[in-house]
C-alpha cells in the first residue's frame, strides 16, 4: 500500500516561504503524475500544481510565478516551495499521487499565513 506523508507546513507572515515535502514509501517513478492540492476552511478542495513522470507540470493560474514543484525520485520526494506567501494561502495542503487510475492522498499538512 502506498502511503504519502507530508511535512514542512506551519505558519509564517505574508511575504515569507516555506517549503513542503511528500515523502512516498516506495519508488515515485512508477507513479503517472505527482503534485499537491489544497483545501481552505469552507472551500472544497483545489489543485495547486502537479507534475508528471515525463517532468511536464499543470498549475492552477493564479499560483504560478510564487509555487513551484519539484520531484526527487531518487529520494522518492516531491516538493513544493512557497515564496510571497498570502493570508489567501491558508489551507491544509495535500500530496497527492496518481498510479494509472488510482490515486492517493496524504494526511494533509497545515499552513497558515498571517496578516
Known amino acids: 500500500q502506498v502511503q504519502l506523508v507530508e511535512s514542512g507546513g506551519g505558519l509564517v507572515q505574508a511575504g515569507g516561504s516555506l517549503r513542503l515535502s511528500c515523502v512516498a514509501s516506495?519508488?515515485?517513478?512508477?507513479?503517472?503524475?505527482m503534485g499537491w492540492y489544497r483545501q481552505a476552511p469552507g472551500k472544497q478542495r483545489e489543485l495547486v500544481t502537479t507534475?508528471?513522470?515525463?517532468?511536464?507540470?499543470v498549475s492552477a493560474g493564479s499560483l504560478k510565478g510564487r509555487f513551484t514543484i519539484s520531484r526527487d525520485n531518487a529520494e522518492n520526494t516531491v516538493y513544493l516551495q512557497m515564496n510571497s506567501l498570502k493570508p489567501e494561502d491558508t489551507a491544509v495542503y495535500y500530496c497527492?499521487?496518481?498510479?494509472?487510475?488510482?490515486?492517493?492522498w496524504g494526511q494533509g499538512t497545515q499552513v497558515t499565513v498571517s496578516s
Open positions: 516506495g519508488s515515485i517513478s512508477g507513479f503517472n503524475s
Open positions: 497527492y499521487a496518481r498510479k494509472w487510475l488510482t490515486e492517493y
Open positions: 507534475v508528471t513522470n515525463s517532468g511536464n507540470t
